[in-house]
Every structure is written in structure tokens, then in C-alpha cells.
């Protein structure tokens, strides 16, 4: 939102009330309370007739510092907030001659007393971050629409970039938009979104996270060009400084605050095969779906069915369609037997003609208006309306209805929508605001159902396969990018999306292989094969037509077969990428700026991603097969071909639709295992260990999960004059050590090889 118009006028209607300089402080435990007047003070009269705000300075964490500013201490302020978990760490506060400190671990606040001279400088030690200062940190009201708004401006340096606010599907660096973070059902070709997060990163490696779960409207360089401006609506913004020291450990540090990502089961990283949304299934389709692929030795791992699987205009009411499928515990069976795990599609909300509309009603679970009466709407369901997750006993009733889904044999819920929540004339059971419960809906929504999959199945063997979320969502996996086209430019622009939401800790996402509206080509559909299973889930669906690869041509079939096996050899270095992202917040898919940013090339990079810490992926994105994508320094190697590329440049290249640009790391351990059929098995068992260009000198280790995520190995590689020791500790004795480019002379001991180069 724009309340200037240029640097010096406003625009009509807006009064600004900017924090002008520093007239008092005090410190209250680890607390300190700045108060800065909107008015330069020249005599005693100049205290009267003018506001004043109040900056509190917290930190619930080494590293983070929260800044609370607050115009009229009284007015109403109400929650959800974001949920973070608050560290008790050691704070200092000290005064100098014309500043006051605030510092948490590196991190300092600096608080200028020099009068007209209002300034918060925020430091990694020595290290200049951001600031806010002169016209930046203001209160503002709008006389025309009776409305108050609270303002921060924090500084971007002449060389800084700004990434994140949740799944965006415009350009990843976000200097020069403009974002309102409002969660709506808008596809991916727009610039609304499914997830919207009010946290982003710089490549300065800090990240801001505004505490207000509503309508965060943001101005990068859009408004000022020199500053990133955050608004909310009310007397309060709250927002934490969060002091990464590089952008990973930014998003390692958010993830700190608002929860790690849950590690999902092993199987979930296998291929999934949905039936669509409307295409016109029945039990003898799907089961053909499920039959083609074992006829084309194409593993499957999970069977999805859309939401037809429930009777049109009965969305949700959780029971089968008997009339397309008459045995639906019997087919579950069947498909469990081939190994199968079953999902189904689900919603909140509730049509008026299910029959659990007037159950709900009764017993007050619904989101009502402030009049008690119940909110409904004709968009996308009849009558339909919405689950109130504030009340405990709603969101029990609403578990007990999946309950009955898992104890036939489903594994785990498709969790669509959330984004179309009410919110004007609103009550919900709890006494919270309906603005900010727009969001955060989804966040209730989600943890109800991932809840209940962890109380079933234990923790770790739970997933969904959610489209909306809000801060903190990241802790229930996985995540898909919503509605896409069959194109190559959407195909572009759901990355993109994929890039941003990783900058908020989101560590499992996924998209519809080969876009969701229309009906790709043979050949876009076999590139998004690609760029599908190179990603941390993969997911088979689309909108009016079926997805399957024979639909296509026959080579579609082939190009699927071969990365879906792909993917199921790499899951013992995939799954050790999981673990560390639930561990750390590391996400599996991060864009190049998060692992390389001493390397400026790699500042703005949206059409490539490393996948894990090891494994660099370019989609191709082109009909012509052309794919230009950026090497950072050292010797790669190209995994399907064996060939060593020097970095430090771009490259260019022409794949056919059977490889892209996969290259593995300088000085990796690549852990790949010796099944090609399944994700979930003895990642250990007959593991292959190979070793990448390695500088003379180099050090790098690695570590093996069980497929319950256990580190049941570890393996370590120096190199010394153009030798590599490997030594490998715990597990069985059944492993190999090889070169990526092949030619070796091995020399093996019990746990330990020496590897020599040769020319």
C-alpha cells in the first residue's frame, strides 16, 4: 500500500505521524522501551498537541530481535499471531554518549539520541544490515476512509536483493513490487498467491518476519526505491529482525522461530498418480491407471483419488461414491497389496446438501456470522460453508470424520483450499480477528489433519498435500504449487513459486506434472517428467484430461520410467537432504542464492535450483531443448554423463527430452542406492558411495538415514595429492566406493578405502 505520492507530498487524505527523534528510554529486564515523538522538540510547548510512539525491543532468541511499535497502546489487538517458540537468550543493553545498544548474540539494535536524528541501525556485529531512520517509521491515518495504518521503511543497500514472502509466482527477487499478503485461489500465472508468508530474506543474510497474520502490504523499492516498506492496518506492528549471517542461515534461523518442517515418510517421495479432477473415473479406470503403469515398469508409490471420488454438491461429506465405487474398502485392499498408498482429496468446507451440513450446524462448528447466523456461499460448493477450527471440538468432529477415511485404508489427505475464508462481519468461536484468521485458516486447517496422521501413524509416516499455508505452515509437509498451465512459461513460473516458498523454510514442495489447466504436449509434458521427479515430491495431475504417459506417446512413457528410477536410486542422499531439512530448515529445493552467496551470478538466478546440498537441476524449458543455465566455481560433473565441467560460467547446451543439466557438486559424496522400484527400503543395503571432482585438500561428509530417517552411517572423504580417503562407520558391509567419471585404483580396509586418481 502507497501513502506517498513521490518523495515529498502524500497522497490526499494521509496524515503521517513519523517517529522524528529519541526523547526517553527505559529497560524493563531483557526488555528495552524507546519513545520517539513525531515532532522535533525546540521548547516545552513543542511536547503538546502531537503523538508519540513506542518501540519496544525484545528477543525470544539469540540472534532475533523483536520490534514492537505501537501508536495508541488502547486500541483493540487481537489474535492469531504467528506461533513462535521463544528461547530465553542472553541480552545486553548499555548506553553510550548519543546511542543506546540492544543486543542478542551478534545481532544489535542501535538506538540514535542525537536530536533529529531518529535512527535504529541493526548490526551483525560490525557488519551494517538495515536500518529505519529519517521519514520511515511512522503511524498513519486516513481521514477519508477512517482507517489508521502502522508503517516500517527498512533500508536496501545499493548491491542487496529481496526474496521470499511465501509461493510467488513472479520474478524470485522481489526488489521493485509490490505484495499484499492475502492467501486467494489465483493460479499460478498471477501475482496473488496460495501461501502468502510475511517473512523474506536478503542476500545480506538477514531475514524480517511482520508478527500480524492479516493483510501485510509490502512495497520493495516500489515506493521508495531506497527501502522495503511494510504496512498493517491498526495502531500496532510488531515485526523480528533475524540475524541469519548468510541467507541459509536466515532461513535455518526463521525456521528456529516458527517450527521446523516434520520429516515426511520415505514413501511419500516416490511418484503419485491422481485420476484428475473432473475427468470422468470410475473404479475400472482407476485400476487400469494402476495397471498401465506396472505394464509399462513404471513404479508407483501413491495413488491419489480427486474430488470425485465423494457425489457432486456433497463436498465434503467423507463418503464414497458407491456408485463408481461400489467396494471402496475392498479396492483400497487391492491397491495395498500392490503396495500402494492411498490418498484422497478433502476440503473444509462443507455443501449444504452433505449431510454433515446440519450436523455441523447444530452442534456450532461452522464459522458464523456476528449476527449467529451461519456464513455460506454458491462458490464452488452449493450452500457450502466453512469448518470453525477455532473450537476444539470442531476440529475433533472433523478429525473423527477422516478417522473413518484412515480406518478403511486411507494413508493420507490431498488438504485443498483454505484460501476462500470470510472475513467481513465474522465471529468465530474463539475471540479472534477475522482479518488476520483469512491466513492463518489455513494453518488451523492443515494441523488438524496432520495431527490426526501423526496420532494414527506415528510421526514420520505423515504427509498432506496442501495447496494453501501461512507462516509457520512449513512444519506440516508437503506443499504443491496450485493451479498451472500446460506450458513452458508456467512451468517457469511455478518454480519460481517453488524458489520463493523455500525462502520461508518451506523444505517439501511439489507441482502437477505437466500443468493442471489444459493439455500439455507430448513434448512439455515429458521436459515437466523431468523437472517433476528432480523435485522433493512428484505429483502426476491435471484438471479435464488424465496424466498418464501413454495418453501422450510411447517415448513419454520411456523419459517417466527413467527419472522416476532415477529418483529411487538417489533416495539414500535424498532422504539424508530430508532429514537435515527437518533437522536444520534447510529446504530440498533452494535457489542458488541460499548455497552460493559469495557468488554474485547467482544473486538472481529463478530457472535452476540445487536440489539438497549436492545436486544442481536446470529444467528445460524450451521446445527446442536449449537449457543456458550458471555454474558457480569448481569442477562439476554431469550425473547422467560423466563429464567434468569447469564453473565460474554460464553454459549452454541442447538435451534430448531423456536428460537435462544434472550436475553433482565439487567435493561431494554421492550416497545412491541399488533399488530402482520403490523410495522406501534399506537406503544402506548395498549402497553405492560416489566421490565427485575433489580439490586436493578438500573435506566432506555425508551420513545415511534408514528410511524411518535414523543416521545409520557416516561416511567421510579427505583428499590429499590426488589421493581420497574414504572411511564409512556403522551399517553392513555391503557398500561400494566408485568415481562419477569412472577409472580408480581402490585399495580397501574393513571401513576405509583409499581412492586414487587417475589420469
Given at each position: 500500500m502507497k501513502f506517498t505520492n513521490g518523495y515529498w507530498l502524500n497522497k490526499k487524505g494521509i496524515i503521517p505521524s513519523y517517529a522524528v527523534e529519541y526523547a526517553d528510554h527505559k529497560a524493563a529486564g531483557n526488555d528495552l522501551y524507546v519513545y520517539a515523538p513525531c515532532k522535533h522538540r525546540t521548547d516545552r510547548g513543542d511536547c503538546l498537541n502531537i503523538g508519540i510512539l513506542r518501540i519496544q525491543l525484545s528477543s525470544p532468541m539469540e540472534d532475533v530481535i523483536k520490534v514492537s511499535v505501537v501508536h495508541f497502546d488502547g486500541a483493540n489487538y487481537k489474535g492469531p499471531f504467528v506461533k513462535v517458540e521463544e528461547k530465553c537468550p542472553d541480552v545486553r543493553i548499555w548506553e553510550e554518549e548519543d546511542k543506546i545498544i540492544y543486543q542478542s548474540g551478534c545481532l544489535k539494535?542501535?538506538?540514535?539520541k542525537k536530536p533529529s536524528a531518529w535512527e535504529i541501525a541493526f548490526e551483525d556485529g560490525d557488519r551494517s544490515l538495515t536500518s529505519t531512520g529519517y521519514r520511515n517509521m511512522a503511524h498513519m491515518r486516513n481521514d477519508a476512509a477512517s482507517?489508521?495504518?502502522?508503517?516500517?521503511?527498512?533500508?536496501?543497500?545499493?548491491?542487496?536483493?529481496?526474496?521470499?514472502?511465501?509461493?510467488?509466482?513472479?520474478?524470485?527477487?522481489?526488489?521493485?513490487?509490490?505484495?499484499?499478503?492475502?492467501?486467494?485461489?489465483?493460479?499460478?500465472?498471477?501475482?496473488?498467491s496460495y501461501k502468502n508468508v510475511p517473512f523474506y530474506i536478503s542476500n545480506k543474510g538477514y531475514g524480517i518476519l511482520v508478527d500480524n497474520e492479516g493483510d501485510v502490504s509490502y512495497e520493495i523499492g516500489s515506493e521508495k526505491v531506497e527501502r522495503v516498506q511494510f504496512s498493517v492496518e491498526g495502531e500496532r506492528l510488531d515485526y523480528y529482525v533475524i540475524n541469519g549471517h548468510t541467507p541459509m542461515g536466515a532461513v535455518e534461523k526463521y525456521t528456529e522461530l516458527t517450527g521446523k518442517p516434520a520429516l515426511p515418510p520415505a514413501w511419500s517421495f516416490g511418484l503419485w498418480l491422481t485420476t484428475s479432477f473432473t475427468t470422468d473415473y470410475d473404479e475400472e479406470t482407476a485400476g487400469s491407471f494402476v495397471r498401465g503403469m506396472e505394464e509399462h515398469d513404471i513404479p508407483l508409490s501413491v495413488f491419489h483419488f480427486d474430488c470425485f471420488w465423494m457425489e457432486a454438491y456433497e463436498w465434503c461429506n467423507f463418503k464414497w461414491n458407491r456408485k463408481i465405487f461400489p467396494e471402496p474398502e475392498k479396492m483400497l485392499a487391492r491397491y495395498h497389496e500392490k503396495g500402494l498408498k492411498i490418498c484422497v482429496w478433502i476440503n473444509p468446507y462443507i455443501a449444504q446438501k452433505s449431510d454433515l451440513f446440519a450436523e455441523a450446524a447444530q452442534q456450532g462448528y461452522l464459522i458464523c456470522r456476528q449476527d449467529g447466523s451461519i456464513w455460506q456461499t454458491n462458490m464452488w460448493q452449493a450452500g457450502m460453508a466453512a469448518v470453525d477450527f477455532t473450537n476444539p471440538d470442531a476440529k475433533a468432529w472433523y478429525q473423527g470424520k477422516l478417522k473413518a477415511l484412515i480406518d478403511m485404508g486411507v494413508d493420507c489427505f490431498k488438504t485443498d483450499f483454505g484460501e476462500r475464508i470470510p472475513v467481513r462481519e465474522i465471529a468465530y468461536g474463539q475471540n479472534v480477528d477475522p482479518v488476520k484468521m483469512h491466513n492463518y485458516y489455513t494453518y488451523l486447517y492443515n494441523e488438524a489433519v496432520f495431527e490426526l496422521l501423526e496420532r494414527e501413524f506415528g510421526r514420520g509416516e505423515a504427509v498432506v498435500f496442501a495447496r494453501s499455508a501461512t507462516a509457520g505452515s512449513q512444519k506440516f509437509p508437503a506443499h504443491w504449487g496450485g493451479d498451472s498451465s500446460a506450458t513452458y512459461p508456467s512451468m517457469a513460473e511455478t518454480l519460481r513459486g517453488g524458489l520463493s516458498l523455500s525462502c520461508g523454510g518451506f523444505g517439501f514442495w511439489s507441482h502437477d506434472i505437466g500443468g493442471f489447466e489444459q493439455t500439455a504436449s507430448a513434448?512439455?509434458?515429458?521436459?515437466?517428467?523431468?523437472?517433476?521427479?528432480?523435485?522433493s515430491h512428484s505429483r502426476l495431475h491435471g484438471a479435464s484430461s488424465y496424466r498418464v504417459p501413454w495418453l501422450y506417446d510411447e517415448e513419454a512413457c520411456e523419459v517417466l520410467r527413467k527419472f522416476v528410477k532415477l529418483k529411487c536410486a538417489l533416495m539414500p542422499y535424498l532422504y539424508a537432504q530430508a532429514v537435515r531439512a527437518h533437522e536444520e530448515g534447510r529446504p530440498l529445493l533452494r535457489p542458488m542464492v541460499l548455497e552460493f552467496p559469495e557468488e554474485p551470478a547467482c544473486a538472481a538466478l529463478e530457472r535452476q535450483y540445487m536440489l539438497g546440498d549436492s545436486l544442481l537441476v536446470a529444467p528445460v524449458m524450451k521446445e527446442s531443448g536449449e537449457v543456458e543455465y550458471y555454474l558457480p566455481k569448481g569442477k562439476w560433473v554431469q550425473l547422467l554423463t560423466g563429464e567434468v565441467i569447469e564453473g565460474g560460467r554460464w553454459k549452454k547446451e541442447k538435451h534430448g527430452y531423456d536428460t537435462c543439466p544434472l550436475l553433482v557438486r565439487p567435493n561431494t559424496i554421492l550416497a545412491v542406492g541399488n533399488c530402482f522400484d520403490r523410495p522406501d527400503y534399506d537406503f544402506e543395503e548395498g549402497v553405492t558411495f560416489y566421490l565427485s571432482e575433489f580439490e586436493d585438500g578438500a573435506a566432506s561428509k555425508i551420513f545415511v538415514p534408514d528410511a524411518k530417517g535414523n543416521k545409520i552411517r557416516l561416511v567421510t572423504a579427505q583428499s590429499k595429492n590426488e589421493q581420497i580417503m574414504v572411511t564409512v562407520e556403522g551399517g553392513s558391509d555391503n557398500w561400494t566406493c566408485r568415481f562419477l567419471t569412472g577409472g580408480a585404483g581402490i585399495q580397501r580396509s574393513e571401513n576405509t578405502v583409499l581412492m586414487e586418481r587417475r589420469s
Open positions: 539494535a542501535v538506538v540514535c482507517k489508521s495504518y502502522m508503517v516500517e521503511q527498512l533500508a536496501i543497500d545499493v548491491d542487496e536483493y529481496i526474496y521470499g514472502l511465501g509461493e510467488r509466482f513472479t520474478p524470485f527477487v522481489k526488489n521493485g513490487q509490490a505484495l499484499d499478503m492475502w492467501n486467494e485461489d489465483g493460479g499460478t500465472s498471477s501475482e496473488i513434448d512439455v509434458y515429458k521436459r515437466w517428467c523431468a523437472f517433476g521427479m528432480l523435485s
